[in-house]
């Protein structure tokens, strides 16, 4: 028997978790692709740089109706550089945990590493949570 979720069902789980989330956005520097067995000390968080989390708050996220499968959007944050990170790393993507940075909740790797060099250098991103159709594990 295979477990299905209802798409009414999957945007009351997002609406309800992420009204009841804080979390912080961090950008990470291990050159990994984030997969379901990891946890925070699977990853090294960005610093130096001018590097800072971001909070995100409960009452920006955006659910969607209409998108299969269901997914929610944050406004896009941006994070700006004053120099190089510590050693020169490079930032492979992002992922969200809980604000005491203990939980990894997901993460997300960039389609194009990037290095800041530069005052004043940028990345954007736009946190996204899907609910998948995944096949379950047992």
Known sequence: MALILADSGA????TVYLANRYMKLKLFTSDSTPTDD???????IAAGGGYADITLDV????????????????PEQT???TTLLTSS??????????TASTNLFWGER?????KPQNNGDI??????LQLSFGTPTS
């Open 11 to 14: 945007v009351d789980i997002l």
């Open 38 to 44: 990891d946890s925070l000390a699977s990853y090294i």
């Open 59 to 74: 009452t920006s996220w955006v659910v969607s109706t209409t998108n299969d499968p269901r997914d929610a959007a944050y």
């Open 79 to 81: 994070f700006t550089f």
């Open 89 to 98: 790393a490079i930032i492979y993507g992002y992922l969200c945990c809980d």
């Open 110 to 114: 960039f389609s194009t590493s990037f």
């Open 123 to 128: 990345v954007k991103v736009t946190p996204k």
